[in-house]
């Protein structure tokens, strides 16, 4: 995979302190968002953790050497309340989602729920899949599945189908350890 | 003989003070008409060598600076209106009114990075790339402080603004005061344009006094959008970046 391309701002050490004047705080907000989603998508990262961690490291990440809210050449790390403050930026635009209440974990979608929705939609109407029943695993295997739905965490899939189903696009049955996640498209 | 004055003689010297200011006034009108065609063939001149070098004029900036002082020199102004001889000749006006939209966008858009405090020479590099100067050759330093006089006499809010030897472009209204120009200054010294109250006290004469001026100053550049604070460069300290004073990061944000 090629080498994330971090933003000249990563370098810049005042973006690593939340901004206290408005103005200057949305542009780093803004800038902020953009960052981590790109990160995301380019590791295929599906949860990030808005939590500090005792060693002074900030996030769980599966390369070390590339993190995301720690840039040890300028000696420069964000902090919980900044990393909450992005984070929650990136959920109201909906590629987010936190996964508790207090907001430790953030799911992030590569795609709102929304556009995931109407993906599977047309997926399901031009395939003429109605009716038909996967599982969770079975999705991950099945060649007729989009390689972008296979790349996605199960339990982002998971969330997709349950969104799926508030809309009435498929019912979700079964899944109280996850394998057995049942997805039957209307 | 001693000559008595009479009556002939103030006749004479009245009909001599006549002919010579008849002679006067011709010799005047000759010269004056002389004149007035040598300015005429100079200025027909100066009309044909900028339609021959129209192109250079447009493209190469010191060929334009030089043309630009002989045209100064003899009291012409080529920008002087968007119509007439000289703009359609030499589509000058044109040349600086493009040039003055594209000074602006700039500044608009460093304006979010910066908060519309930009340094000359970053601005007239954002511009050329702007330009692309592959097609119109690019434009120097003298082109883009004529442009942004320009758009000055439109009552805008692009100010050219000196501090310690350098020029700095505001885009934003209001005025660079003494303390912010110093402030500027001492930031400058960093390479990422950084700077503390402490260091900007001493610069105003240290004690409460200083700090207290060096509080008013940063905390401005922060309303502003100016500058950008940094808690983690000294524990329990804060540090304020000003992008305006950072050669480096004036280019990249």
């Known amino acids: 995979m090629a080498a994330f391309l971090y933003p000249p701002f990563y370098a810049y050490p005042p973006y690593f302190t939340l901004q206290p004047v408005e103005e200057t705080r949305a542009k780093q907000v803004q800038a902020w968002k953009a960052l981590i989603f790109d990160f995301c998508v380019h590791h295929n990262i599906h949860t990030v953790s808005a939590d500090d961690h005792a060693d002074g490291t900030v996030d769980v990440l599966p390369d070390p050497s590339s993190p995301l809210f720690v840039n040890a050449a300028i000696h420069r790390a964000l902090k919980r309340e900044a990393k909450v403050v992005f984070l929650d930026a990136l959920v109201a635009e909906g590629h987010g989602e936190w996964l508790e209440a207090d907001k430790h974990r953030c799911r992030v979608f590569f795609k709102t729920l929304a556009e995931y929705v109407s993906d599977v939609r047309r997926w399901v109407d031009e395939n003429a899949l109605h009716g038909s029943v996967y599982t969770l695993y079975e999705m991950a295997e099945a060649t007729e599945i989009p390689d972008e739905w296979k790349r996605l965490d199960r339990d982002v899939l998971h969330r997709i189908f349950v969104a799926c189903q508030s809309s009435g696009v498929s019912s979700v049955f079964g899944g109280e350890n996850g394998e057995d996640v049942g997805v039957k498209f209307l | ?253």
């Open chain 2, 1 to 253: 003989m001693r000559r008595r004055p009479g009556i002939s003689g103030l006749q004479r010297q009245q009909a001599q003070r006549e002919a010579f200011s008849d002679l006067g006034s011709v010799a005047a009108s000759a010269r004056q008409l002389a004149m007035e065609e040598q300015l005429q063939s100079f200025q027909s001149q100066l009309a044909q060598f900028a339609l021959k070098h129209r192109a250079d004029i447009n493209s190469q900036p010191a060929f334009r600076a030089s043309f630009h002082k002989m045209c100064r020199d003899i009291g012409v102004d080529p920008l002087a209106s968007n119509k007439g001889f000289w703009s359609e000749a030499l589509g000058l006006g044109e040349f600086y009114f493009d040039l003055g939209v594209q000074v602006a966008e700039a500044c608009m858009a460093s304006r979010l990075e910066t908060g519309g405090l930009i340094p000359l020479d970053v601005l007239v590099r954002r511009v050329n790339k702007r330009r692309g100067t592959a097609v119109s050759g690019e434009v120097s330093i003298d082109d883009v402080k004529q442009a942004i006089g320009s758009l000055g006499k439109l009552g805008s809010t692009f100010k050219l603004e000196m501090v310690s030897g350098k020029y700095l472009v505001r885009s934003v209204p209001g005025e660079l005061s003494p303390d912010a120009a110093a402030a500027i200054d001492v930031a400058a010294q960093d390479p990422d344009g950084a700077i503390s109250e402490d260091s900007l006290a001493q610069r105003f004469g240290g004690g409460v006094g200083g700090l207290v001026r060096a509080r008013e100053a940063l905390e401005s550049f922060m309303r502003d959008g100016m500058a950008w604070v940094d808690g983690q460069r000294e524990p329990g300290k804060y540090w304020y970046y000003l992008p305006a004073s950072s050669e480096k990061w004036s280019e990249v944000l």
